[in-house]
Structures are given as structure tokens and as C-alpha cells.
């Protein structure tokens, strides 16, 4: 019952306060533009108070790079909007799934935010939107912020990366920064009807080049990513021996 009423109070305070916060855009931008999440933004780093949680970020400097680039994080619930939005910087747009867009107010909110809609279900568009980010993202000098593993995974592990992000990153030949939350799983798990309070520790890493890198190095930066973002997971979650990383 106190999880259902904490995820339902959620719910409730994401829908109203989308529902008040789209006309306030509106005014303010007058449409679909980046510069809303800065809006968003201050309105939902307000809702970790009601929730108890706690978030301890680190190497926020490491977004300071010239220009556009990719962002590349760990999706374990729809708690995450709170922790996007705790280290969000500014003029950055997220891909979600299109199925966001027809969730009422929120779907409203996220529209306005300038959040890039892709039909999981078709590769092929998919690819279509984002190849068409590759170009924009330059021409507008926007940072994408994407969740490669496609799908929320509450499981303290990272399922595999999805390729998009990173054809999205050497086509556009901007760098990767991947931001690593730690694992819910002591105080969040929707199967065990667990919702605490509870500290979250982020970590944005120092980004990867790329360059002159072409389609046939894809796989490898994916790989590469893929593993700084076990290790660092494992080693911010208390589960060091599972990581390469000793550090
Ligand atoms: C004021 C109050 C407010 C309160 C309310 C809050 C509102 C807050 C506002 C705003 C917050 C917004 C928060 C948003 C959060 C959203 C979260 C989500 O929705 S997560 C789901 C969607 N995200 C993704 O799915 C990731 C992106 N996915 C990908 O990038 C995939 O790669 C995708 C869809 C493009 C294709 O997926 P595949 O399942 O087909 O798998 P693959 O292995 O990646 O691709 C298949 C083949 O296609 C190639 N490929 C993929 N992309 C390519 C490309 N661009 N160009 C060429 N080849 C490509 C790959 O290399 C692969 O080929 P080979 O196996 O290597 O031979
Ligand atoms: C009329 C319906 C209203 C619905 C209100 C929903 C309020 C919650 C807002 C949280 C937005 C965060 C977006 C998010 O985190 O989505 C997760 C999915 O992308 C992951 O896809 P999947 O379903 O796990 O495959």
C-alpha cells in the first residue's frame, strides 16, 4: 500500500505539475524548444523532497565540452526524469520512445522540452530520426542525451547497448559522455513493493573522442562504453568486486 500510494503520488505530481508548467513554456518560449527543459528542470529538482532522495553528483565538469555531444546513461525506472534532471546541462534534448508523447500532460511537456520521439519497434525509422539529429544537433550546437539500453532495467546490471547513440555520436563526430547512477535496488524494486528514501550517487565521466572514427568502430565504442559503465556502476554501487575498476 505505501508503494502504491508513493508511485501514485508521483504519477499525480508529474501529470499536474506538466499540466502547469507546459503554459508557463508556452509563455515564456512560445513552443517546442531546448530552452524549456531549463523550466522542467527547476520544477522537478523539487521532487526529490517529497521522496526522501538524495543525489551526490560528481565530475559535472565533464560536460564542459565545446559544442554538441552525446550523453549516454543507465535507465532503471521512470524515477530516472529526477536524476536526468538533477545533472541535465543546458541545451540538451533526450531520444525517448514515441509512446511518451501520448501520455497527457507529461506527453504534452515532453514535447515542448524538444524530447526527439523514436518508434522502437521500427529500426529503420529510427535510424531515419536520428540521422536526421546527426545533422541538427550541429546546426543547433544541442547535446543528445540518450538511454542506450533502450529500456528501463531495475536489475543493478546494465542489459546490452543498443547501437543508435553511438552511430548518432561518429556520424555527428562528436564525444560520448556517459553518467553512471547507481543502482536502485536498496531502496527501489516495483517487484518486492520497495520504495524508500535513499541516496543516489551520479557520476559523469570524462568524455570519449571520436573523431575519425567511422561506422566500422561503432561496435568497438560501444563496447568500450558499455564496460567503463559496468565497472563504474558496479564500483558506485557498493559491488566493487564485480568491476575491473579497484579505484
Ligand atoms: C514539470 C514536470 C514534468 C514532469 C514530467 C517529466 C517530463 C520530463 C521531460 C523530459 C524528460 C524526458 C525523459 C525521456 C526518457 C525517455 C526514456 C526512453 O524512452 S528509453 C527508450 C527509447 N530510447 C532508446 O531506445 C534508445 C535509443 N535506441 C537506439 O538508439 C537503437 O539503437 C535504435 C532504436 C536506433 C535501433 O534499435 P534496435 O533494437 O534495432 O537495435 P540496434 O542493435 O541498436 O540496431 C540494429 C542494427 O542497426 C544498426 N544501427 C542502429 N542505429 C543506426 C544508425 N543510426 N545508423 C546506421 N546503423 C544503425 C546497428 O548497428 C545494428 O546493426 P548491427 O547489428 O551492428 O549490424
Ligand atoms: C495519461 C497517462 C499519464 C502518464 C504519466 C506518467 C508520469 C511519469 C513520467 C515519467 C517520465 C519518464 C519517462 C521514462 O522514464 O520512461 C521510461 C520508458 O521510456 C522506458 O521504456 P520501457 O517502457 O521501460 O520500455
Redesign the pocket.
Known amino acids: 500500500v505505501n508503494f502504491a500510494l508513493r508511485i501514485g503520488f508521483y504519477y499525480v505530481l508529474?501529470i499536474v505539475?506538466?499540466g502547469l508548467?507546459a503554459p508557463v513554456c508556452l509563455l515564456v518560449n512560445g513552443g517546442r524548444t531546448v530552452k524549456n527543459m531549463r523550466i522542467?528542470k527547476t520544477?522537478?529538482k523539487s521532487f526529490k523532497y517529497f521522496f526522501g532522495l538524495r543525489f551526490e553528483v560528481k565530475g559535472l565538469e565533464n560536460f564542459e565540452v565545446e559544442g554538441p555531444a552525446i550523453i549516454v546513461s543507465n535507465?532503471q525506472s521512470i524515477l530516472d526524469?529526477m536524476g536526468?534532471m538533477e545533472v541535465l546541462p543546458d541545451g540538451c534534448v533526450?531520444?525517448?520512445?514515441k509512446e511518451?508523447m501520448y501520455a497527457g500532460t507529461?506527453g504534452l511537456?515532453?514535447y515542448l522540452?524538444g524530447?526527439i520521439f523514436?518508434n522502437?519497434k521500427s529500426?529503420t525509422s529510427?535510424?531515419m530520426v536520428?540521422?536526421e539529429v546527426a545533422k541538427t544537433m550541429i546546426a543547433d550546437n544541442v547535446k543528445v542525451w540518450?538511454?542506450?539500453e533502450?529500456?528501463r532495467n531495475c536489475t543493478g546490471d546494465l542489459l546490452p547497448f543498443?547501437?543508435?547513440?553511438f552511430?548518432?555520436a561518429v556520424?555527428a563526430q562528436v564525444p560520448v559522455i556517459p553518467v553512471v547512477y547507481s543502482s536502485f535496488t536498496t531502496f527501489y524494486n516495483p517487484k518486492k513493493n520497495l520504495f524508500t528514501s535513499g541516496k543516489i550517487k551520479v557520476e559523469v565521466l570524462p568524455p570519449i573522442e571520436t573523431k575519425g572514427l567511422t561506422?566500422d568502430n561503432?561496435?568497438d565504442l560501444t563496447d568500450r562504453c558499455y564496460n567503463i559503465m559496468r565497472e563504474t556502476l558496479f564500483r558506485l554501487s557498493g559491488r566493487p568486486g564485480e568491476g575491473k575498476d579497484s579505484s
Open positions: 508529474c505539475c506538466s508548467t522542467i520544477v522537478v535507465h526524469m536526468l533526450q531520444v525517448g520512445k511518451l507529461v511537456i515532453t522540452g524530447v523514436i522502437r529500426t529510427a535510424k536520428m540521422a540518450v538511454y542506450p533502450g529500456t543498443k547501437k543508435g547513440a552511430h548518432l556520424q561506422s561503432v561496435s
